[in-house]
């Protein structure tokens, strides 16, 4: 069932670069620099949590669910943009905050070993650069993805909150296991 899921995903990613690459002047992605973000996820982000894993061999199970929690994230992003989520509803992008810094601390947790907090942490800095990422490109480059300065705070806080939430679920889900 995980495979089926992680190729599904795969296939939804696939569909929405499509779908930007082909109508990139459309409003829901003219001027965010969608394009090009979409093509970097493809190409190398969503690779890059398989190369890690078998980079760092820690086991011979390969941990389907904990890639199928991190590409979901670049599929609720992409989702939101093809949808038009992201303009049509002023707090959409909350949710993917929310739901992108928890599910990657979950999966250093998860996946990779690392201590809870320490998830958190690498989870919110990786976090920070991309939120740091969204304001330059609106300032150097003209686009238009960040609604000022609050937006910014929102999504960190939110950030931490999923962080939070994500490995206090994981932390519950592994003592139940051992019951």
């Given at each position: 069932m995980?495979?089926i899921v992680n190729v599904l995903?795969?296939?939804?990613?696939?569909y929405?670069?499509?779908?930007v690459?082909?109508f990139?002047?459309?409003?829901?992605?003219?001027?965010?620099?969608?394009?090009?973000?979409?093509?970097v996820?493809?190409?190398?982000?969503?690779?890059?949590f398989?190369?890690?894993?078998?980079?760092?061999?820690?086991?011979?199970k390969?941990?389907?669910?904990f890639?199928?929690l991190y590409?979901?994230?670049f599929l609720?992003?992409m989702a939101?943009?093809?949808?038009?989520?992201?303009d049509?509803?002023?707090y959409?992008d909350l949710?993917?905050?929310?739901?992108?810094?928890g599910?990657?601390?979950a999966v250093?947790?998860g996946?990779f070993g690392l201590?809870?907090l320490?998830a958190v942490?690498?989870?919110?800095?990786?976090?920070?650069v991309l939120e740091?990422?969204?304001y330059?490109?609106?300032v150097?480059?003209k686009?238009?993805n960040?609604r000022?300065i609050g937006d910014?705070?929102?999504?960190l806080s939110v950030?931490?909150?999923?962080?939070?939430v994500y490995?206090?679920?994981?932390?519950?889900v592994?003592?139940l296991?051992?019951k």
């Open positions: 995980g495979l995903i795969r296939l939804g990613i696939f929405f670069l499509g779908e690459l082909l990139a002047d459309d409003p829901r992605f003219a001027g965010k620099a969608i394009p090009i973000r979409n093509l996820i493809v190409i190398s982000l969503s690779l890059l398989p190369l890690l894993y078998f980079l760092k061999k820690k086991s011979r390969y941990p389907l669910w890639d199928n590409l979901s994230i609720l992003d939101g943009n093809s949808f038009n989520l992201y049509r509803y002023f959409f949710i993917p905050h929310f739901h992108g810094t599910a990657i601390s250093m947790a996946a201590g809870g320490a942490g690498l989870a919110n800095i990786i976090h920070m740091a990422q969204e330059y490109t609106d150097f480059f686009t238009h960040v000022g910014t705070v929102n999504d950030g931490l909150i999923g962080s939070a490995i206090g679920f994981l932390i519950l592994k003592r296991a051992k």
